[in-house]
T-cell receptor
Framework: GAGVSQTPSNKVTEKGKYVELRCDPISGHTALYWYRQSLGQGPEFLIYFQGTGAADDSGLPNDRFFAVRPEGSVSTLKIQRTERGDSAVYLC?????????????FGNGTRLTVT | AQKVTQAQTEISVVEKEDVTLDCVYETRDTTYYLFWYKQPPSGELVFLIRRNSFDEQNEISGRYSWNFQKSTSSFNFTITASQVVDSAVYFCALRRGSGSEKLVFGKGTKLTVNP
């Protein structure tokens, strides 16, 4: 498929565990974004990559959250010592460039449930 | 700071009615971009339209139209002759023209079109 792919689609984990969420962007898209969406809310920005580097990580809530994009394509969002408040849908998006007019194309998200 | 307000939390209409979704934004930038996204029950965010701050022309695409007014900082979305398939949550979003490239979303308006 040509869209943004996120795996897994659902993840259930116990409080305190470590999780990794994967995002495969649209081929050729240099910009990649992670958002978090809680029930009844709009997507909340977490981090933005331009190529391999994190251009803006101001949305990461604390140091338990970390993301990488080592080769400028696939990205992994890592959450340590998960808490019940981390439960949400984690959305990944990519765009052809990081300039203001380029629309973001979103994946279907990973629904994370921390029990 | 960038902010998007969608005052209508939920709207319910009967098929074939026209409906307008309101969006008010705040920004100190002179260059910025406005977006509308649709999130159907399946969960994927679908890009609908982008408008830059220098282009106040209204746009029509089929049954969809957008009214951008800088004087009132609004970017409203109208669906004409609504259909059941239009049922979704609609998000308005704002992005700076330079600097941080994150998209700031409103909380969304849930539209239900009843047959």
């Amino acid at each position: 498929g040509a869209g943004v792919s996120q795996t897994p689609s659902n993840k259930v984990t116990e409080k305190g565990k470590y999780v990794e969420l994967r995002c495969d962007p649209i081929s050729g898209h240099t910009a990649l974004y992670w958002y978090r969406q809680s029930l009844g809310q709009g997507p909340e920005f977490l981090i933005y990559f331009q190529g391999t580097g994190a251009a803006d990580d101001s949305g990461l809530p604390n140091d338990r959250f970390f993301a990488v994009r080592p080769e400028g394509s696939v990205s992994t969002l890592k959450i340590q010592r998960t808490e019940r408040g981390d439960s949400a849908v984690y959305l990944c998006a990519s765009s052809s460039s990081g300039t203001g007019g380029s629309p973001l194309h979103f994946g279907n998200g990973t629904r994370l449930t921390v029990t | 700071a960038q902010k998007v307000t969608q005052a209508q939390t939920e709207i319910s209409v009967v098929e074939k009615e026209d409906v307008t979704l309101d969006c008010v934004y705040e920004t100190r930038d002179t260059t910025y971009y406005l977006f509308w996204y649709k999130q159907p029950p399946s969960g994927e965010l679908v890009f609908l339209i982008r408008r830059n701050s220098f282009d106040e022309q209204n746009e029509i695409s089929g049954r969809y139209s957008w009214n951008f007014q800088k004087s009132t900082s609004s970017f409203n979305f109208t669906i004409t002759a609504s259909q059941v398939v239009d049922s979704a949550v609609y998000f308005c979003a704002l992005r700076r023209g330079s600097g941080s490239e994150k998209l700031v979303f409103g909380k969304g308006t849930k539209l239900t079109v009843n047959p």
